[in-house]
């Protein structure tokens, strides 16, 4: 079991530009959770998908942002056009029925954006 | 709309010394989740409470669940440097006639740090 899977690991990126973040979750996990952290305001729930299907995206911040699940073993979040205000560290996790286990989560991707 | 307030947010401890990391959560849920988070690292699991009542150790940290209370403690016995780090708990959101909403609420987490 690789874990979840997060790519890139880092991104820097200008302003206005687009930001494709992906993640691989774990085999056989039902559920995938976006979550953005800052110190800020901590850790935020963005979307999450049941079995492929977005249940709750009211976390998302603006319609900037967008995220899709393809299929179960694959999710990207886009940021489009990106502000250096969306600059937070990006974690994906996931979840097996039940979630008797909790969250798995993934390594994150820092999102820098100048 | 559940609330998950953790204290304190900040906790500086002697090596040795023992102490209580507190969630208080707004609204009814039997599941609460603890995760430890090493600077610049992921969220690593920790502890799953899934009952009233419910108790959990692993070393020198143990986890407790009061689901009437609404709260959950995550106490540090003769603490040491390596758990320096930053500790979240987290409630699964319930749907108001029961069954999971499938998300977890997470506090602001408590940032330990263990000094010699």
């Known amino acids: 079991d690789a874990g979840v899977i997060q790519s890139p690991r880092h991104e820097v990126t200008e302003m206005g530009q687009e930001v494709t973040l992906r993640c691989k979750p774990i085999s056989g996990h039902d559920y995938l959770f976006w979550y953005r952290q800052t110190m800020m305001r901590g850790l935020e729930l963005l979307i999450y998908?049941?079995?492929?299907?977005?249940?709750?995206d009211s976390g998302m911040p603006e319609d900037r942002f967008s995220a899709k699940m393809p299929n179960a073993s694959f999710s990207t979040l886009k940021i489009q056009p990106s502000e250096p205000r969306d600059s937070a560290v990006y974690f994906c996790a996931s979840s097996r029925p039940g979630r008797a286990y909790g969250y798995t989560f993934g390594s994150g991707t820092r999102l820098t954006v100048v | 709309e559940l609330k998950v307030e953790q204290n304190p947010l900040f906790l500086s401890m002697q090596e040795g010394k023992n102490y209580t990391i507190y969630c208080n959560y707004s609204?009814?849920?039997?599941?609460l989740y603890w995760y430890r988070q090493d600077p610049g690292k992921s969220l690593e699991s920790l502890f799953v409470l899934l009952s009233n009542g419910a108790v959990k150790q692993e070393g020198r940290l143990m986890a407790s669940l009061d689901t009437k209370a609404r709260l959950s403690t995550l106490h540090i016995t003769a603490a040491v440097h390596d758990l320096s780090a930053t500790y979240f708990c987290a409630v699964d959101e319930r749907k108001k006639y029961g069954g999971s909403q499938g998300n977890l609420i997470f506090g602001k987490g408590t940032k330990l740090s263990v000094k010699p």
């Open positions: 609204t009814t849920s039997d599941r």
């Open positions: 998908f049941n079995n492929n299907v977005p249940i709750d």
